[in-house]
């Protein structure tokens, strides 16, 4: 039983040391990409951050995957097993060979620390979410259901249009907003919100609040502010090409902000409120041509191929990490 413990500590050792390997990475590529990501079309920058969001746990499960992948043929073909190759002191990531003994003190102390600190930032991420989610589920239960608009109306004078609900979302439109608009706006706003049901921006964000608590807190923050203002510009560009009309859009995006401002601050954790982000950057965007549509195609062959590489390299990639891990095994 003691051999398993060893064991289990030598895994999730080398996982969150590969954790906190995919976490510098991922800073390292999003400083060098974020001044060029932010000029892509944002249908594909989208796609980008969520890529980007969940790297490091990508990084961290690929390569626990490729270091345990020689003690897998192990079980399969005993006759592949190479930890009769090292010495008796030798630290085994092994499913055949448990090892005799754990990490130091120290570095149990560390990977407690380490492992419980990634998993209150998780928990702290599922809760602000639960959170919004029950108050969604109140406000909604207080509404009034549109079919002829395909809206949710709150009885408020209070200015308050959004897409929201993780599971199902729905779309969310106060009484003093709807009877403040033109026609012309609430066809705009409609489109627009529906682009968020459609797309399932709001889950897809709840999900990135979670994959992002790996990430350094500057990279985290930027990830989720772009991510937000990139649903925000692509529900524009479905409305504008919906609409005809891009400046009835960038119209309406200032005319609801004006009305909206600082409103929704609570739901914006499973919503997307239409006058809530980067209001300049999404006008000049609508004021400008759009930008033609750019395929992800590049970003999924380079990581497929980064996965390739690492497999090829598995044996070695297992042995460094055993190594690795006997330096500091007790």
Not at 106 to 118: G, I, R
Request: net charge neutral; hydrophobic share 55%; glycine share 4%.
């Amino acid at each position: 039983m003691m051999a398993v413990a060893y064991s289990a500590q030598l895994f999730l050792l080398a996982g969150v040391s590969f954790l906190a390997l995919g976490s510098v990475s991922s800073a390292g590529l999003v400083s060098s990409l974020r001044a060029s990501l932010v000029r892509v079309e944002p249908h594909a920058r989208h796609r980008a951050l969520v890529w980007l969001a969940a790297l490091p746990a990508f990084i961290a499960f690929a390569l626990l995957l490729t270091v345990s992948l020689p003690s897998l043929v192990a079980l399969i073909a005993p006759g592949a097993d190479h930890c009769t190759l090292h010495e008796d002191g030798h630290a085994h990531l092994c499913f055949r060979h448990l090892p005799s003994s754990g990490i130091s003190v120290v570095f149990t102390l560390c990977l407690v620390f380490s492992v419980s600190y990634c998993m209150l930032r998780a928990a702290l991420a599922l809760l602000e979410l639960l959170r919004a989610m029950r108050v969604v589920n109140a406000l909604a239960a207080t509404g009034e259901e549109r079919s002829d608009l395909g809206v949710t109306v709150l009885e408020t004078t209070r200015p308050v249009c959004l897409a929201a609900g993780l599971l199902h979302p729905r779309v969310l439109l106060s009484r003093g907003l709807l009877d403040s608009l033109s026609p012309p706006e609430l066809a705009v706003i409609l489109a627009h919100e529906r682009a968020h049901v459609r797309r399932r921006d709001a889950a897809i964000a709840g999900m990135v609040r979670v994959l992002v608590s790996a990430h350094l807190p500057w990279v985290k923050r930027w990830l989720l502010r772009e991510l937000e203002i990139a649903a925000e510009q692509s529900c524009d560009e479905d409305s504008a090409r919906l609409l005809n009309d891009r400046l009835v859009v960038a119209a309406t995006i200032l005319r609801v902000e004006r009305a909206a401002h600082r409103e929704n601050a609570v739901l914006g954790v499973v919503s997307m409120g239409f006058g809530a982000q980067a209001i300049e950057r999404r006008v000049q965007a609508l004021l400008s041509e759009p930008s033609p549509p750019r395929s992800l195609r590049a970003w999924v062959m380079g990581f497929g191929l980064a996965v390739a590489i690492a497999l090829s390299f598995a044996n070695e990639l297992h042995h460094v990490t055993e190594s690795v891990l006997s330096s500091i095994a007790s």
